[in-house]
């Protein structure tokens, strides 16, 4: 079983203002409302095109992505600001077993394939594996987090 | 760039009381103080252990998973208790063109590489690939969805 292996391939790519990795700002240091204000787009690809009917009707989407700039995985990192080591599975560390990962972005409008997206937190050109409305599901009010800030 | 793949592993599997697809009622259906009572464990994988230091300090995660169990991908679905088909990406079926599922469980209790986790809504077997912690970044105050009921 742990031998088996899943093979994947986008299905859209992200058109951002950070073209590196570097430009963007640690979530750690930047202040909420800025990448709040960063715009961008999910360009789909034009096979898959039909499964966006009706995502228009939700305000946010989920966005499953592949860390394509990443070195490779660690199992211990030590956060952006802090100093001591934690797993890897408790950060959001792009250098993971498995590299995808995961933001909750705006649904500012949908154009054919094209989703144009507020909060951005992705670099140009991020290869997108998945699409996911966000719903109360995803929604958890009290939460206890491992920083502060709730980070 | 478009054909480019990416191969995933599990990091671990589920356990649960659900042992088919079919004993999983769907959301649309399950109280939600049904699933919310549901436990069961993810157990790690003992060369990714290491990778689970510091998660206890979060009450909640985010679980990636293999819909190891989907027939294979549709672009439109018919949600259940629903009459109008939709894109699969405003969708949260598990027929997609890449089988990917997310989750937001809590986190009741780490044991070494056993999480003890509640509101489990996968069926037993179900190949973990990614976990991450649950932050305010993936909590939206004020949203919008496409069903009665936050769905």
Redesign the interface.
């Known amino acids: 079983?742990?031998?088996?292996?899943?093979?994947?391939?986008?299905?859209g790519?992200v058109r951002s203002p950070f073209k590196e990795p570097a430009d963007l700002p640690p979530?750690a240091f930047a202040p909420p409302r800025f990448l709040a204000s960063v715009t961008g787009e999910i360009v789909?690809?034009p096979e898959?095109a039909?499964?966006?009917?009706?995502?228009e009707?939700?305000?946010?989407i989920?966005v499953?992505f592949?860390f394509h700039r990443a070195s490779g995985p660690k199992?211990?990192v030590v956060p952006p600001g802090e100093s001591r080591?934690?797993?890897?599975?408790?950060?959001?560390s792009p250098h993971?077993?498995?590299?995808?990962g995961?933001s909750?972005l705006k649904l500012l409008e949908r154009d054919g394939r094209v989703l144009r997206v507020g909060g951005l937190d992705l670099v140009d050109?991020t290869?997108v594996?998945?699409?996911?409305?966000?719903?109360?599901?995803?929604?958890?009010?009290?939460?206890?987090?491992?920083?502060p800030?709730?980070?």
Chains 1, 2 share one sequence.
């Open positions: 079983m742990t031998g088996r292996v899943l093979r994947l391939r986008p299905v790519f979530p789909v690809s898959f039909e499964g966006l009917a009706g995502l009707a939700y305000s946010h989920i499953l592949h199992l211990t080591p934690r797993g890897v599975f408790a950060s959001r993971r077993p498995n590299p995808l995961m909750v050109g290869p594996l998945d699409i996911k409305p966000y719903t109360t599901r995803d929604r958890r009010s009290r939460i206890r987090t491992g920083r800030g709730g980070r």
